[in-house]
């Protein structure tokens, strides 16, 4: 694989795909490098959905925003476990590992980036067009958030 392909970890998958193809495990993660693989993705998916947002892709905007959320949030299970996080996509969850305890208008708010990635992922072709309006709204307190997780690491 060229070198230009490589992620900041050295691989071109996850870090744990390319364990599992190799059949070695790392046995100590090294929780710095791991964080700013995280951060480093958080940071261009943020960027993403701004761009998407001002070219009117609301429904992009708000998946890229749930990625980056997703992203910051694995950070902080690093942190908090000195492990790989888990490959989910749920923002509930790895919230609840790195330790969080979200209000109840953050969880609200984990929940909606929840069904943007859902919608993102796997769109229902009989459902009307998402809100442009509540999704600026949305994607408006969302970087809220993440900019308060990112000033927690």
Request: charged fraction near 25%; proline fraction near 7%.
């Amino acid at each position: 694989m060229a070198q230009s392909q490589l992620n900041p970890l050295g691989c071109g998958r996850s870090p744990r795909w390319t364990w599992i193809q190799q059949g070695t495990h790392e046995s100590v993660v090294n929780v710095e490098k791991h964080i700013v693989y995280w951060l480093t993705g958080a940071e261009r998916a943020w960027q993403d959905s701004e761009w998407l947002l001002t070219g009117k892709r609301y429904e992009f905007a708000a998946f890229a925003a749930h990625l980056a959320l997703e992203k910051m949030l694995k950070a902080h299970v690093t942190k908090v476990t000195s492990d790989i996080p888990p490959r989910i996509h749920d923002l509930l969850y790895p919230a609840k590992l790195a330790a969080f305890t979200p209000s109840p208008e953050q969880t609200e708010l984990l929940r909606e980036f929840n069904e943007y990635q859902l919608e993102g992922r796997y769109p229902r072709i009989d459902r009307p067009p998402l809100d442009p309006l509540a999704i600026r709204e949305n994607i408006r307190k969302g970087k809220e958030f993440y900019q308060w997780l990112k000033q927690q690491l």
